[in-house]
């Protein structure tokens, strides 16, 4: 992963990457403040302006990456005309989230607990069915057609992301050795499979 954003958030960036990076090696809970700074280059007081804590940096990192996952989803989205076209964007994104912010995705996958506190889990739920709601209304038109085949709603992110979550989680511990866009098609099209009437 590397955050970028405008110059005057350049030092923010430095230390989110470089939390990342610690996180990452040593874990939120082992990972110190001074561990942060020194990778970032950044001063103590430069820390703890941008964020006030650890914990802050934990759960900071974590809702800008689902963020930027949400936002590059919509952006394909936005480009789709048909439901086929819509299915195997969900599916392209997330492949190509995770392989391209492969440290930025374990994080993710492995430390929602440790890193959001309940306020922020609560957050992370109404973001999260905020999303949900997008993508449901997106995808309506093409259930009301016939296009897509109706079944509960709740299954539908298992039968999109399902399989390719699963070997992306085989990959990001290094039981795999092949990335997931290397079978990006693949998935792809057995998501569209178990959609289709």
Known sequence: MKIS????????DDILNAALKCFTQHGIAATTIDMIRAESGASV???YHHFG????????????????????????LAECETAEEGVKSVVRVYIEWITQNPDWARYIFG?????????????????NKRH?????????PYLENGQIRALPFDLYHSLLIGPAQDYARHWLAGRVKKPPTHYIDIFCDSAWSSLTP
Do not use: C, N, P
């Not at 929602?112 to 889990?121: C, D, H, I, M, T």
């Open 45 to 47: 007081g430069s820390v």
């Open 53 to 76: 804590s650890k914990e802050a940096i934990a759960a900071t990192l974590y809702m800008l990456g689902m963020e930027d996952h949400f936002a590059q989803l919509k952006d394909a």
């Open 111 to 127: 430390s929602r607990g440790e890193a959001l506190s309940e306020e922020q889990q609560q957050k992370l739920k109404q973001d």
């Open 132 to 140: 949900f709601t997008y993508l449901k209304d997106w995808f309506t």
């Open 5 to 12: 954003s405008t110059r005057s958030k350049s030092r923010r």
